[in-house]
């Protein structure tokens, strides 16, 4: 489960880590498949200065503009796309880019996007159900938990959020919207605490985490556009380019980690670590979000 990451303040998860893994050099070309506020890219910039490019891609229009605000000083060196990571071969196309020595995808969110009560991604503030990433889509966190059947709402809580109280969650959310269309985040909250016990609204975890975790993903399409992205960043690669990926919860982890295995038995990739490198106690203090992070590296063979 992700926790939040203040903007003001910007600290990017496993920042060491990372930038040793991908082993940059002066004039490389770098892949942010997910760019945010900038905070990796900014480094990656540094070391492949001074005329390394970087492609940083976000489908959050205020992500963007915070990262070609942290980002101006390198000028042209950066570009710049509101494009879903998914579709990286097209940008490069369309970006003359050329291969990359080395491609970054960084799959938590900010709290740009987490602490704007507008987005709908928290469960602590009210706000409308939207959750979406991408602003300009139309699926949207209401039209989910308003629209979808009993059955659907509990394959994606089991799928997508591991939630054990799945079948329960569906039915109140159901029962919910039959009285009154739930508008809010709070309306969500309040269906879900309806439905579990009270054992469950007490616990470590926030009761509603799992679900809204599930939501958002279904909502985004996470999932599909991590394994979708995988293949295609790894043939954007040069021979001998590195692929980092930090994932927050285990879904996106096994994806990474079954990907790295099946292209490494074709040969075509080398796991850099046999486990997922994590925060060390240090960073986790002064950073509470790095406690989730785990990170995934891999070099392209061939060539």
């Given at each position: 489960?992700?926790?939040?990451?203040?903007?003001?303040?910007?600290?990017?998860?496993?920042?060491?880590?990372?930038?040793?893994?991908?082993?940059?050099?002066?004039?490389?070309?770098?892949?942010?498949?997910?760019?945010?506020?900038?905070?990796?890219?900014?480094?990656?910039?540094?070391?492949?200065?001074?005329?390394?490019?970087?492609?940083?891609?976000?489908?959050?229009?205020?992500?963007?503009?915070?990262?070609?605000?942290?980002?101006?000083?390198?000028?042209?060196?950066?570009?710049?796309?509101?494009?879903?990571?998914?579709?990286?071969?097209?940008?490069?196309?369309?970006?003359?880019?050329?291969?990359?020595?080395?491609?970054?995808?960084?799959?938590?969110?900010?709290?740009?996007?987490?602490?704007?009560?507008?987005?709908?991604?928290?469960?602590?503030?009210?706000?409308?159900?939207?959750?979406?990433?991408?602003?300009?889509?139309?699926?949207?966190?209401?039209?989910?938990?308003?629209?979808?059947?009993?059955?659907?709402?509990?394959?994606?809580?089991?799928?997508?959020?591991?939630?054990?109280?799945?079948?329960?969650?569906?039915?109140?959310?159901?029962?919910?919207?039959?009285?009154?269309?739930?508008?809010?985040?709070?309306?969500?909250?309040?269906?879900?605490?309806?439905?579990?016990?009270?054992?469950?609204?007490?616990?470590?975890?926030?009761?509603?985490?799992?679900?809204?975790?599930?939501?958002?993903?279904?909502?985004?399409?996470?999932?599909?556009?991590?394994?979708?992205?995988?293949?295609?960043?790894?043939?954007?690669?040069?021979?001998?380019?590195?692929?980092?990926?930090?994932?927050?919860?285990?879904?996106?982890?096994?994806?990474?980690?079954?990907?790295?295995?099946?292209?490494?038995?074709?040969?075509?990739?080398?796991?850099?670590?046999?486990?997922?490198?994590?925060?060390?106690?240090?960073?986790v203090e002064n950073n509470p979000r790095s406690r989730s992070a785990k990170l995934r590296l891999?070099?392209?063979?061939?060539?």
């Open positions: 489960m992700e926790d939040a990451r203040p903007e003001p303040a910007h600290v990017p998860v496993l920042l060491k880590e990372t930038i040793e893994g991908l082993a940059l050099r002066a004039g490389a070309n770098v892949i942010d498949g997910t760019v945010g506020a900038g905070g990796h890219s900014a480094a990656i910039l540094e070391l492949t200065s001074p005329d390394g490019r970087l492609l940083g891609m976000d489908l959050d229009e205020a992500a963007l503009e915070a990262a070609r605000r942290s980002l101006a000083r390198y000028g042209s060196r950066v570009m710049l796309v509101r494009e879903n990571y998914r579709n990286v071969e097209r940008v490069l196309l369309s970006q003359a880019f050329g291969p990359a020595q080395a491609a970054l995808l960084d799959l938590g969110f900010s709290s740009m996007e987490v602490d704007d009560p507008a987005r709908g991604l928290s469960f602590r503030s009210d706000g409308p159900l939207d959750m979406r990433f991408d602003r300009t889509q139309e699926l949207t966190a209401a039209a989910v938990v308003n629209g979808w059947s009993a059955d659907d709402l509990t394959e994606v809580m089991v799928k997508y959020g591991e939630e054990r109280f799945a079948r329960r969650i569906a039915t109140g959310i159901v029962a919910a919207r039959r009285r009154k269309r739930l508008i809010t985040t709070f309306d969500l909250v309040d269906a879900i605490a309806g439905s579990v016990p009270p054992n469950y609204r007490h616990g470590k975890l926030h009761f509603a985490t799992r679900t809204f975790q599930a939501i958002r993903i279904a909502v985004n399409d996470e999932l599909g556009n991590l394994e979708a992205a995988l293949p295609v960043l790894l043939a954007s690669l040069a021979p001998g380019g590195r692929l980092a990926v930090i994932s927050f919860h285990s879904l996106e982890d096994r994806i990474v980690k079954n990907f790295f295995r099946q292209r490494a038995a074709k040969g075509e990739l080398r796991p850099l670590v046999k486990r997922p490198i994590v925060a060390g106690q240090e960073e891999a070099v392209k063979t061939g060539g």
